[in-house]
């Protein structure tokens, strides 16, 4: 039985004891009258049962109370004891050679590794016999003042001595045993301050001094080597901060060996970026950066570039970055330097219009400027290394052969031979263009040649512009000569289809006469053409031209040119073509005759492709080389081919290579070509073909209007027209047409006459409805001066211009010169009809 169950058992004992103590007292000495068992029970006064029970209740109350403060005090020395336990065991297991001491510095209690450090297995031959404060070593080392002060005033204290252990008076230890100790001392107060123990602790580092003296040794040669070093050295941790630095790196930053430098602040704003990803890179396991140059600034503001290499150390858990750095400052000062003459040199041969190839002295390349990368096809990075021959392609420009040359034959060429004068240079896509070169050797300081310098100019251009001059200039005298034939030859043309048409309208019901109309009106027609044909020529003149997609256009006249040939073609034309402003006839002749070209030179049947696209940039102006919108077509053959000697004149008039040719084919195309704003060029190469492309202006926004021609509109009848005109073929055949169309007319031969008859009429109260005027009265006034005066007379006056001279302005802008219509000569009376219907309106129409 527990003592605390004990303690209540006896409380129970002693307040029953009280019961019958009472009883018996009182049954003796106050009422002996009544029974012991009725005052115990069963008849106890009312007075002596609160008694009782007060009594009985303290006692046990005192019982409860004693049994629970020992149970508590059992508890307390049970913990007690635990904690005694665990403090021993915890001594007894700690590493350190520990013991304790109390309030006199006696040894009361020690360790496991404190025996182990004495040499000893009995706690009996230290504890109770050593004392801290009487240890000779700890006087002789001048620790005893130290000592006093952690009993007397509660002071901790460390200190390390040299400890001969078998020398420590009052002990029984080994002898020998000498140790370097770290002692430290804690003191162990009351509640009052007063110090009652002291923990004592004893850590031999014999050994870490020896390895702390190696180490020590070590990094005095380390930092010995590394100060004599002239590379920038440093060892920085993982937050960026330098640990260490040698002198180099202090000298060149400005910083004292111990002063704290953050490393991301030396670099440069435009290095930081970069320099951070290599970091995190090698923080997470990258080996190294190498050879990396980097910007950094010096305490004193100043900048300098370093060529650095950073590699990862790992010791134990630290991860550490070793920073080398060399000095890279003036080089990159000279290499600045050089940059900047670089570029100047860049910017004066990029101002260069000439192309310009410097090799060095094994005839490699080692620059090229733009012009040349331009007209070779190479670029710098492309060129530099590869031999001079293999960028600087070179033919003869009249035989096409290829040059073989040498440095030497470059640099002592005589430009003035006509042979060589100018040299057809071949492109890396194949391009040729025409240049005139020229070389001279670069020599060193000593006079040595370390190279060749060759610029070369391109003439394409210019000489293109030359024979462009040359063949105009033919173009202007023929056109002189053609513009006055043809103007001539239109007169008597009207006055022949005229008079033909005429005679097949009344000629209806007779089909032989009408056959033999109908040949005559064709070959008349193809008299017209030839008129046409040089009057693209003429001097001045321009193309009727309006706004259209040509696609149509460009299927009707290859189609027309090949028909009954053994030659197929095969068309390529972009889904939507832009518009361009363009005489239909004339493009049409122009496209028929390279196509009929090709047809005759390959009689023996053959392909011709026609490519038809859009090109948002394309120089397009032979005359101005402008660039702009375009489409362009390439017609291309599979036919003999051209030879080179022959391409710089096949666009010359009456220049043939045909028995029968009259020259004049790609004369006209030219001129169509030109006298629409466009260009031309042909390539060729003897046995594989001929391609040509024709470059013309488009109008990518403008609305497309169809290259076919709507039906008629109603007939229109009964105007009053005046007709003049000075042929007087020319007046009767169109005043019989007119008539026969149902309208009145009435002649002048020239504009005076028709400004006095058209006022005369009008003043009359008899206006005419239209006036039809000739452009061109050789000793009088002419179409253009008469519709001035008519206009002044009469603003509202309607007019049409006529003329044999297609090639006019004024025929191809009438509106600019105050006209409603024109009409061409030759016409026939389908044309006439519907010159008028477009000059009027419905509601102007009668009849």
């Not at 290394?385 to 034959?409: N, Q, V």
Request: with cysteine; net charge negative.
């Amino acid at each position: 039985m527990s003592d605390s169950r004990k303690i209540l058992l006896y409380s129970v004992l002693a307040g029953a004891g009280t019961w019958l103590i009472d009883a018996l007292a009182t049954w003796i000495f106050f009422d002996s009258g009544r029974s012991l068992p009725d005052l115990l029970f069963f008849n106890v006064p009312e007075h002596d049962i609160y008694m009782r029970l007060y009594v009985f209740l303290i006692i046990l109350l005192f019982g409860v109370i004693s049994a629970s403060m020992l149970r508590k005090s059992r508890r307390a020395e049970a913990e007690l004891k635990k904690k005694e336990n665990l403090l021993s065991n915890i001594i007894d297991q700690s590493p350190f050679s520990t013991w304790i001491a109390n309030a006199h510095g006696t040894n009361i209690r020690q360790n496991r590794a404190y025996r182990e450090l004495m040499g000893i297995e009995d706690d009996s031959q230290t504890v109770g016999k050593y004392n801290l404060l009487e240890d000779n070593l700890f006087q002789e080392h001048g620790y005893l003042e130290k000592l006093e002060k952690v009993f007397l005033q509660g002071l901790p204290a460390t200190f390390i001595a040299d400890y001969d252990l078998g020398l420590v008076e009052h002990v029984e230890v080994p002898k020998g045993r000498r140790k370097l100790l770290k002692t430290t001392i804690f003191p162990i107060k009351d509640e009052e301050g007063r110090v009652i123990n002291a923990v004592v602790q004893h850590e031999d580092i014999t050994e870490k001094k020896k390895v702390e003296d190696a180490i020590r040794e070590s990094e005095e040669r380390f930092r010995t080597i590394f100060d004599i070093s002239r590379d920038l050295l440093a060892i920085i941790d993982e937050s960026g901060r330098v640990q260490w630095a040698n002198l180099a790196w202090c000298d060149t930053f400005g910083y004292k060996p111990d002063s704290p430098v953050d490393w991301f602040d030396k670099l440069h704003p435009e290095h930081l970026d970069r320099f951070v990803d290599y970091w995190e890179t090698m923080l997470v396991g990258a080996a190294e950066i190498t050879n990396q140059e980097f910007r950094y600034h010096t305490k004193s503001g100043k900048y300098i570039y370093l060529e650095t290499t950073v590699r990862r150390i790992e010791i134990g858990q630290w991860v550490l970055l070793y920073f080398d750095g060399h000095d890279v400052t003036a080089r990159k000062r000279v290499e600045k330097k050089l940059a900047e003459e670089k570029e100047r040199l860049a910017i004066t041969l990029r101002s260069i219009g000439d192309g310009v190839i410097a090799t060095n002295e094994s005839g490699e390349v080692i620059l090229i400027n733009r012009a040349a990368e331009r007209l070779t096809g190479w670029s710098q990075e492309e060129a530099v290394g590869r031999p001079l021959p293999e960028l600087f392609k070179i033919f003869e420009e009249a035989s096409g052969a290829p040059l073989e040359y040498t440095a030497d034959w470059l640099m002592n060429r005589n430009p003035e031979n006509e042979t060589f004068r100018d040299i057809i240079l071949q492109a890396r896509s194949g391009e040729e263009r025409l240049v005139v070169p020229g070389a001279a050797p670069i020599n060193d300081r000593n006079g040595r040649v370390i190279g060749l310098v060759l610029v070369f100019s391109d003439v394409t251009e210019k000489r293109r512009a030359e024979k462009e001059l040359q063949r105009a200039d033919k173009l202007e005298s023929l056109g002189s000569l053609a513009g006055g034939i043809a103007h001539d030859f239109n007169n008597v043309l009207t006055a022949i289809l005229g008079n033909i048409e005429l005679a097949g309208i009344y000629a209806t019901g007779h089909e032989n006469v009408v056959e033999s109309l109908e040949r005559a009106k064709e070959a008349s027609l193809t008299a017209k053409e030839l008129t046409g044909r040089l009057l693209t020529f003429s001097k001045g003149g321009a193309p009727l031209k309006r706004k259209m997609a040509v696609s149509g256009l460009i299927r009707q006249a290859v189609s027309l040119a090949l028909s009954g040939s053994n030659v197929k073609s095969e068309l390529e034309l972009d889904n939507d073509l832009w518009p361009v402003e363009v005489d239909s006839d004339q493009l049409t002749q122009a496209l028929n005759n390279i196509i009929i070209n090709s047809v005759q030179a390959m009689p023996e049947g053959g392909e011709i492709r026609l490519r038809a696209e859009n090109l948002p940039e394309l120089e397009v102006s032979s005359d101005q080389q402008s660039r702009g919108s375009a489409i362009r077509i390439t017609l291309s053959d599979n036919g003999p081919g051209i030879p080179r000697a022959h391409l710089p004149k096949i666009f010359d008039p009456f220049f043939t290579t045909k028995e029968r040719g009259s020259g004049l084919g790609l004369a006209v195309v030219y001129s169509v070509v030109r006298r629409h704003g466009g260009r031309i060029s042909v390539s060729s190469e003897v046995g594989k073909g001929t391609s040509f492309e024709i470059a013309l202006p488009a109008f990518p926004e403008e609305k497309r209007e169809s290259g076919s021609f709507h039906s008629a509109a109603q007939p229109l009848q009964g105007l009053r027209i005046l007709l003049m005109d000075d042929e007087m073929i020319v007046r009767n055949i169109a005043v019989r047409m007119l008539e026969y169309l149902g309208h009145e007319v009435v002649t002048a031969e020239d504009g005076t006459e028709a400004i006095e008859k058209y006022k005369r009429e009008t003043s009359g109260g008899r206006p005419y409805d239209l006036a039809i005027l000739d452009l061109t009265v050789p000793g009088g006034m002419g179409g253009r001066e008469t519709i001035k005066e008519l206009k002044q007379f009469d603003p509202a006056v309607k007019a049409i211009v006529t003329s044999g001279y297609s090639g006019d302005p004024v025929l191809s802008d009438y509106r600019k010169f105050g006209f409603s219509g024109s009409l061409v000569k030759p016409y026939i009376m389908e044309e006439v009809r519907e010159v008028l219907n477009s000059v009027f309106s419905a509601r102007e129409r009668t009849g």
